[in-house]
């Protein structure tokens, strides 16, 4: 017998595909440093916890297909908060983020159809892609120049008469990169121009430094009938393993159809949906410190990468990721080498080669991708035996 495809083109997680060179390195005692996954050590509001704790129906029932009506009433509220003017009709509760995508997915594309993302660019989207039957034309953008956006005409040469969608991740992951006003506004005018619609994922809305501020797609003129935005909780309150996001466009037709996926799956997490809910109004004071953390770790890790001679890297505005390439010629055999063979003080460091989060083959086979989801002096003493690990494996080079 011979399994699909799709099986075995899928992409293994380069986030995770190195986790059986982890757990080897655990049972030799070895302490790692988890700079590989965005899982923040931030502790998840008391308020969502409470819920889990306080549950006490009798029997826990399916839920509406399109998600809780109080949650998605209150999510119109904290949009509205963040100058997105949505109504809950528009409103899609999802299997966090990654439901939302692939969802957006399948309702703008037929198996075959393009989608231009701009690459580096969250690794499961090639999953995502492998699962919808979706060809992702990559818009490479270089770690020299901060991964900006590139010039109408680099864009354009993309598309074709199978391309439906341009897919955006704003603020970025895992490059960090924040689009201004301005790159929402080209992107705009040329899917408009070419009849394309455009994703939006903007899970890291809430966190962006420099004074700089986040501009939604759902804020661009022109794109209330071809801007889809998908959306998670899992960074903005610490809560990974609560599966709440959503789906959101004002196109009633791409809402209605959506819907039939939605259906198809039943519902999304009920006691999740309560949970996400009840941290809808926490206080701002919550994302201010958190911000302040974020932007605290941001600057450790720059600042150490930075004096890493040779080393190429551009202080991210946004998220808690940051790309570097390296003075090597494997980034996964450096990573693998970290875990087996290297250790200071019985202790390494774990981070994500970059070339999976590229769809151009070779691409990104020098760089890495670092989370910065740990505390101050975690991260002090990480970076330093990232950098001493570093300098012993290109001697070996």
């Not at 819920?51 to 949009?79: A, E």
């Not at 919550?286 to 932007?295: A, G, M, S």
């Not at 004096?307 to 570097?324: E, L, R, S």
Request: hydrophobic share 40%; net charge negative.
């Amino acid at each position: 017998m011979k399994l699909s495809d799709r099986a075995i083109d899928i992409q293994a997680s380069p986030i995770r595909k190195l986790m059986p060179f982890a757990d080897a390195a655990k049972k030799k005692g070895i302490h790692i440093y988890h700079l590989n996954i965005g899982q923040p050590d931030i502790k998840t509001p008391q308020e969502m916890l409470n819920v889990y704790k306080n549950y006490h129906d009798k029997v826990l029932c399916y839920g509406p297909s399109q998600g809780l009506d109080v949650y998605r009433t209150n999510l119109v509220k904290y949009y509205k908060k963040h100058g997105i003017e949505i109504q809950k009709e528009d409103i899609i509760v999802t299997t966090a983020g990654s439901e939302a995508i692939i969802f957006a997915m399948l309702v703008t594309c037929n198996e075959g159809d393009e989608m231009i993302i701009p690459e580096p660019f969250y690794t499961n989207y090639n999953g995502f892609a492998s699962m919808t039957g979706v060809k992702i034309m990559p818009l490479t953008t270089f770690a020299e120049d901060g991964f900006k956006l590139p010039s109408n005409e680099k864009i354009e040469s993309l598309i074709s008469s199978r391309t439906k969608a341009i897919m955006l991740c704003n603020p970025g992951n895992p490059t960090g990169t924040v689009y201004p006003e301005d790159d929402l506004n080209r992107i705009s005018k040329i899917a408009r121009q070419h009849d394309l619609f455009v994703i939006s994922d903007e899970v890291y809305r809430e966190f962006v430094y420099d004074g700089l501020s986040h501009t939604s797609i759902l804020d661009i003129e022109g794109m209330e009938d071809r801007a889809i935005m998908v959306d998670s909780i899992s960074k903005r309150y610490s809560a990974c393993g609560a599966r709440i996001g959503c789906f959101i466009s004002r196109n009633k037709e791409i809402i209605a159809s959506t819907m039939k996926f939605a259906q198809a799956r039943l519902c999304p997490p009920t006691i999740d949906q309560l949970a996400a809910n009840a941290a809808i109004d926490i206080e701002a004071e919550y994302f201010v410190d958190i911000l302040k953390e974020y932007d605290k770790r941001r600057n450790i890790v720059f600042k150490q990468l930075k004096n890493i001679d040779d080393v190429v890297c551009v202080m991210p505005n946004g998220a808690f990721y940051v790309i570097a390439k390296l003075p090597i010629k494997d980034a996964e055999d450096f990573a693998k080498w970290m875990l087996e063979e290297y250790s200071f003080e019985n202790e390494t460091v774990m981070f994500a080669p970059a070339q999976g989060f590229y769809a151009t083959p070779e691409l990104g086979k020098s760089e890495v991708r670092i989370a910065y989801v740990l505390n101050e002096n975690d991260l002090l003493k990480a970076m330093k035996i990232f950098r001493k690990g570093l300098e012993e494996y290109k001697e070996l080079m």
